[in-house]
């Protein structure tokens, strides 16, 4: 009689064992499924930032050449600091930043910036980006000429 109670026993506590082995997976695989992140084609356009965007307010889409400016003025500044550009680059680059001034001066005059004037701005940015990038790593910085 004592031999079938502990079969019993034995049985109701792998029971609960294997139920709560069971409940924990289905837990963890439902916390799993919940953290997946979407993938694909269209799932990261609405996450997707611009890049004339000023994080710090939202402006969400804004065209905003000014503040890409300020951002380049920062990565010359900091050419500057470290000794990674010499005066003749920053020269250059300020030259090409005074370019890049008029065009957005000349694109908001009439009060509208239309596609064309965007592309243009947009390129001349990307062309003074590149030239920070370039000039910062070419080697040819001198750090006791300032």
Not at 56 to 85: A, T, V
Not at 111 to 117: L, N, Q
Request: glycine share 6%.
């Amino acid at each position: 009689m004592n031999l079938n109670k502990k079969r019993k026993n034995a049985m109701k506590t792998s029971f609960f064992s294997k139920a709560l082995f069971v409940a924990a997976t289905l837990m963890i695989g439902t916390a799993a499924c919940t953290q997946a992140q979407p993938y694909g084609r269209y799932d990261d356009r609405y996450d997707r930032r611009d890049r004339y965007e000023d994080r710090r307010y939202n402006n969400r889409g804004r065209f905003n050449p000014e503040f890409r400016q300020q951002q380049q003025n920062r990565r010359i500044e900091q050419g500057i600091r470290s000794g990674q550009l010499s005066r003749r680059e920053v020269r250059d680059l300020k030259r090409l930043q005074s370019q890049t001034d008029r065009a957005i001066y000349a694109a908001r005059s009439n009060g509208y910036t239309s596609p064309r004037e965007r592309a243009l701005i947009s390129d001349l940015q990307d062309r003074i980006d590149r030239a920070i990038t370039w000039e910062r790593r070419d080697g040819q910085g001198y750090p006791n000429r300032w």
